[in-house]
Every structure is written in C-alpha cells, then in structure tokens.
C-alpha cells in the first residue's frame, strides 16, 4: 500500500491504517490555536471493534490508507458461530464471526444484500441496507384506531430484531424498518 | 448555500449590541484599510496577496498608530484574511472586532470583554455567560521555546476540548507574547473561550519599537527557514510607536461569538456565502 493521506484530504468516511489498526474517520476539524500551527483534529473508530478514538494530527501529517475493500454480498446463514455470505458474482463465501457483527446480525435475513468489509484481504464487518423489511412475528394485538402520537409498543420481527412500533401495528404484518437507528419507518402493504 | 435569515438577523442583532457597547463605553471607530503594507507579524499567520500586497489579518498595526496619533480609545469592526485557513471554526474571510484601551491593562480588558459579550448575548434574550479565569500553567506546564509545537499539540488535544464552560486563559508562556508585554516571565496576554470556541485574544501592548522589531525579526527568521515568505516591515508602524500611550488591546472573532451564541453548526452559517 502506498497510499496515503495527508490532514488536508480527511474527509468522514476515509479508512485509514494507525498502529496496525484500520479506522474509519467519522469527524475532523481544522483547528489552529492562537499563536500556534494547525492541527486536524479527529475521531477515529476502528473498523474491527467499534470503538471511536480521538487523536489530532499536525497539519502536513500523513496517514496510511487502509488495506480495506467493500464487496457486496448476500447473506446466507449463520452457524451458531459464524454469519456466512455470499458473493453473488463469483459464488465465493466468506465466514464473519457473529459477535463482531452482533449489532447488524439482528436485521438480516436470508438473501439480504449487505456490504462486506475486508480488511487486509479478511472479512471484518457488514453494512447494512438503510432500511429493511421485516413481518411482526409477536406484538401485542393492535389497539384500533389508536394513532396517538408517541405512543409505542414493543414488536418482535421475523429477522430477530426487537424495535419500538406505533400501537395500531399488528401481528403478521410487514415493516420497513430504519438499519441505522433501529427504527420503525413504514407499514408494507 | 443556502442562507439562514434567522442566523443572519441573530448576527445583526449582535453587530448592534457590539457597537452600542463601545459608543456607550466612549469607543471610537476608525475604519481602517483592508490592503496593508505588512498583514501580519506573527510567525504562523498567513496573509492573503491581493495585488501585490497583503490583506490585512487584523487591523492591529493601523489602529496603534490611531491610538499614537493621539485618538485614545478607538475599535474597527471590518473583514480580515488570514490564508490556508477553513473549518468548523475559520474562514479566510472573517469579521474581526479590535478595540483599545488607553492606560489600561489587561485586567480591565477582561472586564469589558465579559461585560460586552454579556451585552450581545442579552441581544439575542440570553443571559450573560458567566467567565472562570484560568492560568494557562494551570492548565499545561511550559516548555521551552523549542518545544512549541508539542506544547500547541497538547493544547489542542488535551486541553481545549475541556474549555466548553466561558472560561478567559491569561499569563502564556514568554514565547507566546507575540505583540504583548513580557511581565514576571510571563506574557501579559489573554484568550476567551466560549461554547469551546476560541473568541478573543487580548494584549498588553509592547510599545518599544525596537523589542516588537526584533521579535518580527526573529519570526521571520523561523518564516524563512520553514520555506515561507517573510512578513513585510511596516516602517511607519514602528515609527509611530514611540507616541503610542500605555494601552491594551484585544481582537474578538465576530462570526465566532455569533457562532458561540447561536450554536449555528459551521462558521459559514453565520456569513453570507
């Protein structure tokens, strides 16, 4: 890899190497103090655990480019231990370990299209679809005619998820469902 | 980009609280020009060239030569350039506000800018920010002029982002005086800081010209040997300090405390873009 980045060319979104780690920037601002140089200040989250560090970088400073590549992908199933895909292309599987991608793994469903991230050639994290569609497979019975604002009760979706829906939602019935925040968007007739 | 008229009526109302603070404090405005003979003195300012010379990045040097030619208290609110700056927080084109106090020191500077900026936040049906004031050793020990980049490093990353309270930082390290007085081993300088914006930057004035000549000198050295040009000599600016009075000055972002008040997300919502 001979790629890299200089402070000027972070943007969110660019995955970069720090220690032997790929990282993903989700904030950066230039920042200069009073009498002083400029910095980059950033937050970082690392691509294989999650968790989001902060660091500032001088002006001028370079980064790796991480060795990172996204592939789309079709998800398959999932052994216990592992959540399995499928390029669809080139029928080539890949394994991901389930507790890395616990978060996601609740919306999937058979033949979903997700994005799979490799790391250094190896499978580390799937993104998600914006939104998914799901049918309730436990809810409360409807309450009718009740469209108060505000008002939710808990539902339990066919692809594992549990989420907050509005009362009037019945059981068997197909939801589109927001991936990034967990929550409820639409009915599907 | 779209412009927000309620960001932009925010940023009037300030404007009109800030003006209305210095006539009634007995401030004079001095319109000043924007295209200078030396833009700036300190070594990590960059000017912007506009036809051969450079834009102002504050109206310091013109207003001491007011204040020498025997105005006593004067302010500018007017645009200022300072290149190969852009963010959250800067813009190349900015809006500064400078005012000078006449036989004063910074003490009372950190009095008036409290009470002008409780003035403009009263403006927008705020109530006034209460200010801590903090020795900047208090909060990051020295080191030495060679470490300086380290210690700006530090400051950035460990210190700043814990100023989020109104908080006025004064007493910087000797090699940070850039134009104010070195007092006890101490610069006799301040910074406001605001919603965790840096606001202001405030000076007891050197007034020896020989003392600010070599210290541009010595900037310009680094400037140099860094690979950048060096600031331009103002030689009317150093021939009028002789005359200039004992004062202390102070150079308040006018876009950022618009910012810091208003909470706006970018520097450029508060401008017209």
């Known amino acids: 890899m001979a790629n890299s980045y200089e402070t000027s060319e972070f943007r969110n979104g660019l995955k970069v190497e720090l220690e032997g780690n790929p990282y993903t920037v989700t904030y950066f601002q230039f920042v200069k103090p009073g009498k002083g140089t400029a910095f980059t200040r950033t937050k970082l989250k690392n691509l294989i655990t999650g968790a989001v560090i902060e660091r500032t970088f001088r002006t001028g400073e370079r980064l790796d480019a ?41 919306f999937l469903t058979e033949n979903l299209g997700v994005y799979v991230l490799f790391y250094k050639s ?29 008002a939710t009760k808990q539902a339990t979706l066919a692809c594992g998820a549990s989420i907050q829906v509005p009362l009037f939602v019945d059981q068997d019935e197909l939801l589109r469902v927001d991936t990034r925040t967990g929550e409820y968007v639409a009915r599907v007739k | 980009m779209t412009l927000d008229p309620a960001l932009l009526r925010a940023r009037a109302a300030v404007l009109r609280a800030l003006r209305g603070w210095l006539d009634h404090q007995g401030y ?27 834009l102002r990045t504050s109206p310091e040097l013109a207003l001491k030569r007011a204040i020498a030619a025997g105005l006593g208290r004067v302010y500018e609110i007017g645009p ?23 036989g004063a020191g910074t003490d009372e500077l950190m009095d008036e800018v409290e009470s002008l900026i409780g003035a403009a936040a009263e403006a927008l049906g705020q109530r006034p920010p209460a200010f801590s004031r903090r020795r900047v050793d208090s909060l990051l020990p020295d080191d ?17 982002p814990q100023l989020t ?34 606001l202001a930057n405030a000076f007891a004035e050197e ?20 690979g950048r040009a060096p600031h331009p000599v103002d030689d009317a600016f150093y021939a009028a300090l002789p005359a200039m009075p004992r004062c202390a000055g102070i150079a308040l972002g006018v876009d950022r405390l618009v910012l810091a008040l208003t909470g706006a997300p970018h520097i450029r919502a508060v401008q017209v873009r």
């Open chain 1, 66 to 106: 991480a060795d990172v590549e996204e592939q789309e992908m079709e998800y398959l199933f999932n052994d216990g231990e592992f959540h399995h895909f499928m390029n669809k292309e080139s029928f080539e599987q890949v394994a991901i370990s389930s507790p890395s991608i616990e978060d996601e793994a609740k």
């Open chain 1, 122 to 150: 190896k499978p580390i994290s799937i993104t998600l679809p914006p939104f998914i569609e799901s049918r309730v497979v436990y809810t409360e019975p409807a309450v009718k005619g009740n469209t108060s604002q505000g």
């Open chain 2, 28 to 54: 004079l405005e001095v319109p000043t020009p924007v295209r200078v003979v030396c833009g700036a003195l300190e070594e990590h300012l960059e000017t912007v060239d506009a036809a051969g010379r450079p």
């Open chain 2, 80 to 102: 200022c350039f300072r290149a190969e700056e852009e963010g959250v927080h800067h813009s190349l084109e900015f809006t500064m506000l400078e005012w000078y106090r006449v």
């Open chain 2, 144 to 160: 030495g002029p060679g470490a300086a980049d380290a210690w700006f490093h530090r400051w950035v990353d460990a210190v700043e």
């Open chain 2, 165 to 198: 309270a109104p908080t006025i930082v004064w007493g910087y390290p000797p090699w940070q005086a850039a134009l104010a007085r070195v007092r006890d081993g101490r610069a006799d300088r301040f910074e406001v800081y605001l919603g965790g914006i840096e």
């Open chain 2, 207 to 226: 007034g020896d010209p020989a003392e600010l000549r070599a210290r541009q000198d010595a900037a310009n050295l680094r400037r140099c040997a860094a």
